[in-house]
């Protein structure tokens, strides 16, 4: 949904009138029609009131809307039901507001995670304050589903991240590019001027190794860049993965079975054909490490045409696209993992093992070709990355 409102009481002023009117019209608050009623389903965001207890007496019908619930299943439920439905992360910070709320007139406001009834995971806001009436003390309340907001304001920062990190790697790309040149070079004239059988030489060749691999980072670096030119060309996307197929099975291993699903129609893209392989095979090879087991590793590949509400729901805006989708069954990630996945040099492997670049670099080729990434982790629940690049006509 994503209506990612911003009204607050502030600007509806007459919210707690309106409840009490619907109270006094049937009598217990718990059902009502006309104006008012008419006037709150029309709202973008869902409104509430309850007793103190957590009952609710009154909800408007877009609660069904936006979080999959029936009106009137939504009144009959105790109030334990919506508590056990809050992500386990988010329950603190979410029982600390009714805290406060009971102890201030003030307006309260919490984000935190619900999940509906199909088991999809929504963001909602919830804005609350406690009014009487009738010398009853109620709580009222609006819940905005900011689910897209969210995710918009993610995006946002991964994409002003990656712009940051660009013109870091242009300011100090030519001074760490000399000096690398220079330990090669003397390097390879220590090795070349020590024989075979002197035990320094393996040393000497050592640090000509390690200058290369450092060279491989300077690469990666460089490919996060906005700074950086390349060769930008009219690419398949179902012939690339086609193509890749075996790479791939030999780099995931016997005990991971590849799942290929693509469509007959040309998938074409204006990219770096080099570049896209290299996000291929970064993501195959993150999901092998999830894998230690073994599992499924699946790549699906369909052309879409997304108009404005598609595109809202995808994350994208409406378009031609390739949409790439790449998953694993793997252990998943904590949400503070997937929420940092594409920062450069996080990592949550241990020292030596990675430089925490794979995801980012896979982030910079993707948005740098026009396109956009996603990564779905639920804890135990595998790895969903899903692709979208601009689909381009064969001409």
């Known amino acids: 949904m994503g209506h990612g409102s911003q009204l607050g009481f502030g600007t509806i002023p007459a919210l707690p009138r309106i409840m009490s009117a619907q109270a006094a019209a049937n009598g217990d608050g718990e059902d009502g029609d006309g104006i008012f009623r008419e006037l709150l389903d029309d709202l973008p965001d869902i409104a509430w009131s309850a007793r103190l207890d957590g009952k609710l007496t009154f909800v408007s019908d877009n609660i069904y809307e936006i979080c999959g619930i029936e009106r009137a299943e939504a009144l009959a439920a105790p109030h334990w039901y919506w508590l056990a439905r809050i992500h386990p992360d988010d329950v603190a910070a979410v029982e600390g507001t009714l805290r406060r709320l009971a102890s201030t007139r003030d307006t309260v406001s919490v ?6 009834p199909d088991q999809a995971w929504i963001r909602l806001r919830l804005r609350a304050r406690t009014s009487r009436r009738g010398g009853v003390t109620h709580i009222d309340g609006l819940m905005a589903d900011v689910t897209e907001e969210r995710r918009r304001q993610e995006q946002l920062e991964q994409a002003h991240v ?13 001074d760490y590019n000399n000096v690398l040149a220079s330990i090669l070079v003397f390097g390879q004239c220590l090795a070349k001027d020590l024989s075979e059988l002197d035990p320094r030489r393996s040393d000497a060749l050592e640090i000509v190794k390690q200058a290369e691999r ?18 930008e060309s009219r690419v398949d996307l179902r012939d690339l993965v086609l193509a890749l197929r075996a790479p791939l099975e030999h780099l995931l291993g ?6 290929l699903t693509v469509d007959s129609e040309p998938s074409t893209i204006a990219a770096e054909r080099s570049q896209i392989e290299h996000v291929l095979l970064s993501l195959a090879q993150n999901s092998r490490d999830a894998m230690p087991k073994g599992g499924t590793f699946g790549i699906q590949l369909m052309n879409v045409d997304l108009d404005q509400n598609q595109g809202a729901r995808e994350g994208v805006p409406a378009g ?10 793997g252990e998943g990630m904590d949400e503070e993992t997937r929420r940092n996945a594409f920062q450069p ?3 949550t492997k241990p020292t030596g093992r990675g430089q925490g670049l794979g995801l980012s670099a896979c982030y910079g080729i993707v948005r740098r070709s026009g396109g956009f990434i996603r990564l779905d982790s639920p804890p135990g629940g595998g790895t969903t990355v899903t692709i979208h690049l601009p689909r381009r006509g064969d001409e």
């Open 254 to 259: 016997d005990d991971v079975d590849v799942e």
């Open 214 to 231: 450092a060279s491989a980072l300077t690469y990666k670096l460089l490919m996060m860049s906005r700074q950086q030119a390349h060769a």
């Open 111 to 116: 984000d935190f995670r619900w999940q509906r």
């Open 345 to 347: 040099f996080f990592t």
């Open 162 to 174: 990656a712009e940051a990190l660009g013109r870091m790697t242009d300011e100090v790309a030519h």
């Open 320 to 329: 031609r696209y390739v949409r790439l989708v790449l998953s694993d069954t």
